[in-house]
């Protein structure tokens, strides 16, 4: 992303704030894995969205209208000693210089100049609760400016929250963003096809996430979106199942729901196939009603439909399917009024997708719906799910679970899907694994 758009974006808030604010944006804290180990360092998406910026010990401030500087960034100073061992650091210089920040001060200063920018200020914009060492400071800080009340200084009256004005920014999306969500899209796509490619029954799930893991790190994204979830058999009807180390058998599928994040965009995809390469008569019945409401869904995903849209085609397709399989008896419009689908179906069709995987947005506004507009990415991810052991439910359907899943963005004349080099129609997955 270029610093041109990290700039737009900051004026873009700086003009919803209006002058006589300030907002206060702190990074993500390093998260400690066990002793002497931390997680690799991952910096606040909302933090990076405005600033670029991926070190950790970091806040940014925006003060719309200040003559010194609108754009403030605190940070680590440079320090040879410890960039030795922990590799190198921008610094202020790097602050100002590479990033676009205006001014920037070391990080350890900022008890010291923060309350007095604090003090020209009127309303914070800042988001309580995501930082409880900065909530403390600042609280102490406000006290402080309140104490000085007999000397005329008045200091905030109002707080309002930033991650509102940052999330509904967040919801549309740039053509950069799209164009980094593609790549992303493209990479995991190649995962998922090589996954189809290897699979063998007496494979460990694990094994699987190793190959969908080698080929996204070998195209430049190291890191995962979220945990892979590779389940076979019973374990594809584990929504969030994330073991991996059962062995795939033969005659059963695999569901498998994988994406990998670069330039801190998300990718969320999706497949199911049968370990062995072909799909039973069950087995492919399920899956072709499932591929059904998917493809329900995404013809409702244009601009102009509201969220529920997709949702709403998805459950019709499913709910009809599964009574003309027997799996569900009754009238359409009944079962789908008494929700008896989600005995099968317990989820929603889909989520926003961005920096984060369940990416920002209100998904109603005022109470109803929001409507789809451009720019907005999501995705379109139906499924059914059916343990051993269903109640009433034939034994042919037992240990069968299903969902396909695609990621989208809502364009003027529909969407499109960034995802759709993987292949999804039964006898297209055969081809492949076949060849």
Known sequence: MSTVEYQRRRRQLMRMMGPGSIAILPSAPVSVRNRDVDYPYRPDSDFYYLTGFSEPAAVAVLIPGRAQAEYVLFCRERDPEKELWDGSRAGQEGATGTFGAEDSFPIGD???IL??????????????????????????WV?????????GVQGPLEFIALDHYIHDMRLYKSRSEVKWMRAAARISARAHQHAMKVCRPGMREWELEAEIQHVCASSGARHQA??????????????????????LKDGDLVLIDAG?????YASDITRTFPVNGRFTEPQKALYQ???????????????????????????????RGLVKLGLLKGRVPTLIKNEAYKKFYMHRTGHWLGMDVHDVGDYKVDG??????????LTIEPGLYIPAGSKGVARKWWNIGIRIEDDL?????GSDILSKDVPKKAEEIEALMAG
């Open 110 to 112: 900022m008890d010291e």
């Open 143 to 151: 006290g402080g400016i309140r104490e000085k009340g007999r000397t």
């Open 409 to 413: 963005v809502v364009t003027k004349d």
């Open 226 to 247: 979220y945990s892979p979830i590779v389940g076979g058999g019973v374990n594809g009807c584990v929504l969030h199942y994330t073991d991996n180390q059962d062995e």
């Open 368 to 377: 109803t719906w929001r409507l789809l507009e451009p720019g907005m990415a």
């Open 289 to 319: 009603l499932v591929l059904s409401a998917q493809e329900a869904a995404i013809a409702q995903v244009r601009s102009g439909n509201h969220w529920d849209d997709p949702h709403a085609a998805a459950v019709q397709t499913l709910t």
């Open 115 to 140: 309350p007095r920018m604090l003090e020209q200020c009127e309303r914070v914009f800042y988001a309580v609760g995501c930082n409880a060492d900065l909530d403390r400071r600042i609280s102490e």
């Open 260 to 264: 990998c994040e670069l330039g801190y």
